[in-house]
């Protein structure tokens, strides 16, 4: 049995959600995996830093890039609990990365809705791995909200 599958990545991208949580940010985590080692992690901190680009994988990107001491992430995958929107999806495409797996899809903001070609044509995608756990954790923060 394979012990670095896609489920333990998006796991370790839910734990980075759980983060965001905890702290009063729209629970989403992303993860970047280059040779089976997580380089990078991240989850949405807009409202800690102020910053509307302060999203999961924009930040998970910067920090990847720093720890390969290069702009592109080639040989890379990243694991992120939400579809990344529109901007984050363009950041993706500039970083060239390898592979893109998202949980749970994002029907109103997400890149395929606004801009299905955002994405580096090389980029492989894959979607719904723990799909359930990230939308049940996104469900219960909006609902949390609205109390």
């Not at 080639?74 to 901007?87: A, F, G, Q, R, S």
Request: aromatic share 10%; charged share 25%.
């Amino acid at each position: 049995m394979e012990l670095f599958t896609h489920e333990y990545f998006m796991n370790e991208a839910l734990k980075q959600a759980k983060f965001g949580f905890e702290e009063g940010e729209i629970p989403v985590g992303a993860v970047i995996v280059s040779n089976n080692r997580v380089i990078a992690k991240a989850y949405n901190q807009t409202e800690k830093l102020q910053d509307v680009t302060a999203h999961a994988e924009m930040l998970a990107i910067t920090s990847a890039e720093n720890t390969l001491g290069a702009k592109y992430l080639t040989d890379c995958k990243m694991y992120v609990t939400l579809e990344p929107c529109h901007m984050c999806a363009g950041a993706l495409f500039w970083s060239q990365i390898s592979e893109l797996h998202f949980a749970a899809s994002d029907e109103k903001r997400g890149y395929r809705e606004l801009s299905p070609k955002a994405l580096h044509p090389k980029t492989k995608v894959f979607s719904g791995t723990l799909a359930q756990e990230s939308q049940k954790l996104l469900n219960d923060f909006f609902s949390k909200l609205r109390k």
